[in-house]
Each structure stands twice: as structure tokens, then as C-alpha cells.
């Protein structure tokens, strides 16, 4: 395989790269907390922020990224329009208060944060919209199961360019994944440590120590050697470090393969807002 790093990219279906590594902000305070964590992690190397209108930090990653110094368009910046906020014209306005948090007048990216029942497709045509203005250099979706592609795919004549969805060596979405690929959408693996929840897994805490790496690297790696997009959440100067410390080994194919046999179907999401089985999202 290529000898990825910290800044490798995927090209999206638009053309547009998008770092296979990124920061997540969900759950970072606003104020100090999530600012120093976008400051450190761009002074590590990281050039992908997640946030979201819904996270309520987005002042605080806009103030980081003006302030590191790093030229704007070396950050992929990404945000997404929250369920409120669905619907043709409220997206558009939802879009501009994230700009003016942001502090940008573009971002990199733009995601349908879940599929919102009767509002999903009013919202994609703002979608197509933002990305014909040039306010978002992609648009993409989150939360959307092969059922949701499907509706929107026949309905659309933009593809998506990307699903931003729960991932990880305990939940692997293998039919989901691969539906994506064939139709040319980038999966971004969101809760990639399973929040933390599964370190402790003696299957995981083995394969750490036989490749003298932790918990964390390792399922961060073994996303990554399925060609996702990964976005660690950390507020902590000592682990922004250590999850992007993942491209100094490669797992063996044998042990890619021995960890596509763990899934447990574990979500960190509630049941209520499964995307696979809620009412919520029909
Ligand atoms: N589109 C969507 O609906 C969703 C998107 N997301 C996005 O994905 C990002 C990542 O997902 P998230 O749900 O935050 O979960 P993660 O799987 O990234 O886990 C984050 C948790 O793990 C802890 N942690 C981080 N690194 C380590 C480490 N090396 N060792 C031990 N503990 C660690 C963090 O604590 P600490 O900060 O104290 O280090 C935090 O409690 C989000 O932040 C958000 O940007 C997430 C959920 C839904
Ligand atoms: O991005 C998100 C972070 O996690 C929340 C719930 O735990 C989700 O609802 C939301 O989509």
C-alpha cells in the first residue's frame, strides 16, 4: 500500500481532497477547551477539523484555525446543518451562521447531519445550492443508510461526495461501506474509538501490545487501511498526539482480517436514533 501521513488525502467524486485524518469536535467545550485542541492539533500536522452547528463550538474552531497561521485553504474545514435546521431556505440561513461563526467564507465541506423524515430532500436541493455558490467546496450527507442513498441517488443529479457515519473495528458496516464505494462516496468514520467504550477490549489491548502501539492507534489504523476518513474526538494535548501517531506501521493483512471479525453491531448512538432501525429517520 501507499505510505500514507498525517496530510494524505482522498480525492472526492468532485475532485476535491479530503485528509484521511482529522480532528472531531464533538463534546469539546466551547471557550479554551475546543480552541487549544484545534491549535494543538494543527501544530501537530492535523489539517482536517470536524464540527457542527449542533456542537456549539464552531466560534472556537473558526478563532483557532485564524489564529494558527496555517493559510486558510491548507485546512479542510467541515461543518453540517442540524436537524432544526432542515428544510430549503432554513438550511441556506443555517449554512450562513456557520460561515460567520466560522469566521470563513467557505467550507470544505457541508453534511446533512441525519436524514430528518419529510425534510431530507428540500434540504439536499439547498445543498446543491450552496455547492453551485461556491459556499461549500463539497456537500455531503451523515447518518444516511444504504436506504437513505438510494432515495436521494435517484432523485439527485449531485452525488454526494460524502457519509460521515459511526465506524469502528466493533461496528463494521461492511455492506454500507461498500455501497458507498461503488457509487463514489468518501465514508467518513465518526466515533472511530467507539468513544472510547471498547479500549479495554482484550482483542484490541492484544494487537496493541504485539505492534507496541495502544488501543486507540490501532483501530484508528485499522479504519484508515479500509481507505476511511477517520476523525478522532480529543481535548487532550497528550492524545491529539497519539491518535495521529498511526503512520509509522501498518497492520499485517492477516491482522486487517482477523479485525474484520469483531463487529458486534456496537453503537455508541441510543437506540432512538439508530439510523438503521429508528422511526425517526424513515
Ligand atoms: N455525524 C455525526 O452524527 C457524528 C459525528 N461525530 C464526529 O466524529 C468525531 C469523533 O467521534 P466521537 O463521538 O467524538 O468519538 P471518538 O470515538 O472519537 O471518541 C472520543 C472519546 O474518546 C476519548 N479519547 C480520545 N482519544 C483517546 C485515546 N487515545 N485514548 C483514550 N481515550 C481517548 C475522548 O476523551 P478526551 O477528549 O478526554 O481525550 C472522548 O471521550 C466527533 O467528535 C464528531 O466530530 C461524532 C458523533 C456523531
Ligand atoms: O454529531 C453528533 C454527536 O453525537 C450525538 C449523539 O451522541 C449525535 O446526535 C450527533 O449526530
Given at each position: 500500500?501507499?505510505?500514507?501521513?498525517?496530510?494524505?488525502?482522498?480525492?472526492?467524486?468532485?475532485?476535491?481532497?479530503?485528509?484521511?485524518?482529522?480532528?472531531?469536535?464533538?463534546?469539546?467545550?466551547?471557550?479554551?477547551?475546543?480552541?487549544?485542541?484545534?491549535?494543538?492539533?494543527?501544530?501537530?500536522?492535523?489539517?482536517?477539523?470536524?464540527?457542527?452547528?449542533?456542537?456549539?463550538?464552531?466560534?472556537?474552531?473558526?478563532?483557532?484555525?485564524?489564529?494558527?497561521?496555517?493559510?486558510?485553504?491548507?485546512?479542510?474545514?467541515?461543518?453540517?446543518?442540524?436537524?432544526?435546521?432542515?428544510?430549503?431556505?432554513?438550511?441556506?440561513?443555517?449554512?450562513?451562521?456557520?460561515?460567520?461563526?466560522?469566521?470563513?467564507?467557505?467550507?470544505?465541506?457541508?453534511?446533512?447531519?441525519?436524514?430528518?423524515?419529510?425534510?431530507?430532500?428540500?434540504?439536499?436541493?439547498?445543498?446543491?445550492?450552496?455547492?453551485?455558490?461556491?459556499?461549500?467546496?463539497?456537500?455531503?450527507?451523515?447518518?444516511?443508510?444504504?436506504?437513505?442513498?438510494?432515495?436521494?441517488?435517484?432523485?439527485?443529479?449531485?452525488?454526494?461526495?460524502?457519509?460521515?457515519?459511526?465506524?469502528?473495528?466493533?461496528?463494521?458496516?461492511?455492506?454500507?461501506?461498500?455501497?458507498?464505494?461503488?457509487?463514489?462516496?468518501?465514508?467518513?468514520?465518526?466515533?472511530?474509538?467507539?468513544?472510547?467504550?471498547?479500549?479495554?477490549?482484550?482483542?484490541?489491548?492484544?494487537?496493541?501490545?504485539?505492534?507496541?502501539?495502544?488501543?486507540?492507534?490501532?483501530?484508528?489504523r485499522w479504519?484508515l487501511q479500509h481507505?476511511?476518513?477517520?476523525?478522532?474526538?480529543?481535548?487532550?494535548?497528550?492524545?491529539?498526539?497519539?491518535?495521529?501517531?498511526?503512520?509509522?506501521?501498518?497492520l499485517?493483512?492477516?491482522?486487517m482480517?482477523?479485525?474484520?471479525?469483531?463487529?458486534?453491531?456496537?453503537?455508541?448512538?441510543?437506540?432512538?436514533?439508530?439510523?438503521?432501525?429508528?422511526?425517526?429517520?424513515?
Amino acid at each position: 500500500m501507499d505510505t500514507l501521513t498525517l496530510q494524505s488525502t482522498i480525492r472526492m467524486n468532485n475532485g476535491v481532497e479530503i485528509p484521511r485524518f482529522g480532528l472531531g469536535t464533538f463534546q469539546s467545550k466551547a471557550g479554551e477547551e475546543t480552541y487549544n485542541a484545534v491549535r494543538w492539533a494543527l501544530e501537530m500536522g492535523y489539517r482536517h477539523i470536524d464540527t457542527a452547528a449542533l456542537y456549539g463550538n464552531e466560534e472556537d474552531v473558526g478563532r483557532a484555525i485564524a489564529d494558527s497561521g496555517i493559510p486558510r485553504e491548507e485546512i479542510f474545514l467541515v461543518t453540517k446543518v442540524w436537524n432544526d435546521d432542515q428544510g430549503y431556505e432554513s438550511t441556506l440561513r443555517a449554512l450562513e451562521a456557520s460561515l460567520r461563526h466560522l469566521k470563513t467564507d467557505y467550507v470544505d465541506l457541508y453534511l446533512i447531519h441525519w436524514p430528518v423524515k419529510g425534510l431530507r430532500h428540500e434540504t439536499w436541493k439547498a445543498m446543491v445550492e450552496i455547492y453551485k455558490q461556491g459556499k461549500a467546496r463539497a456537500v455531503g450527507v451523515s447518518n444516511y443508510t444504504i436506504r437513505h442513498l438510494e432515495e436521494l441517488l435517484s432523485n439527485t443529479e449531485l452525488v454526494p461526495a460524502a457519509n460521515q457515519i459511526e465506524f469502528s473495528p466493533f461496528l463494521y458496516r461492511k455492506a454500507l461501506l461498500e455501497y458507498c464505494v461503488q457509487h463514489g462516496i468518501v465514508v467518513e468514520a465518526y466515533s472511530p474509538l467507539a468513544r472510547a467504550q471498547k479500549l479495554e477490549d482484550p482483542r484490541l489491548t492484544a494487537m496493541a501490545q504485539k505492534y507496541g502501539k495502544t488501543p486507540a492507534q490501532i483501530a484508528l489504523r485499522w479504519a484508515l487501511q479500509h481507505d476511511l476518513v477517520v476523525i478522532p474526538k480529543s481535548v487532550r494535548k497528550e492524545r491529539i498526539l497519539e491518535n495521529a501517531s498511526i503512520f509509522d506501521f501498518e497492520l499485517s493483512a492477516e491482522d486487517m482480517a482477523e479485525m474484520d471479525t469483531w463487529n458486534e453491531d456496537y453503537w455508541t448512538i441510543s437506540e432512538s436514533y439508530n439510523p438503521e432501525c429508528s422511526p425517526r429517520w424513515e
